[in-house]
């Protein structure tokens, strides 16, 4: 199973960006799609994730600005990311927690992509 993460880029402050993120591969079902972040020198942290009967969490810095969405015909999750500070700067990664055709549980991460946030 591979993810796929697009969308990455510059934007300045206030703007907006999607990333999406595909899955392909031995997949049975895909439960759990999300985004994490990390930036130099910090740890990765949850960004925003949505079950595979649409419940959604968010990080509290990201409540009210971002909207994670997912279409499960297509195994691809979504990040739609508004009023984008300089904070938000990190590379973003997708995970997956996906039942492989051969009924094995796994966990997926993407390859990351960079998104900037500056003027």
């Known amino acids: 199973v591979q993810l796929q993460a697009f969308g990455g880029g510059l934007v300045q402050p206030g703007g907006s960006l999607k990333l999406s993120c595909a899955a392909s591969?031995?997949?049975?079902?895909?439960?759990?799609m999300g985004w994490y972040r990390q930036a130099p020198g910090k740890q990765r942290e949850l960004v925003a994730r949505?079950?595979?009967?649409?419940?959604?969490n968010y990080a509290d810095s990201v409540k009210g600005r971002f909207t994670i969405s997912r279409d499960n015909a297509k195994n691809t999750v979504y990040l739609q990311m508004n009023s984008l500070k300089p904070e938000d700067t990190s590379v973003y990664y997708c995970n997956a927690d996906v039942r492989t055709t051969s009924w094995a549980l796994m966990n997926y991460w993407g390859q990351g992509t960079q998104v900037t946030v500056s003027s």
């Open positions: 949505v079950t595979s009967g649409g419940s959604r």
């Open positions: 591969g031995s997949i049975g079902s895909i439960n759990t």
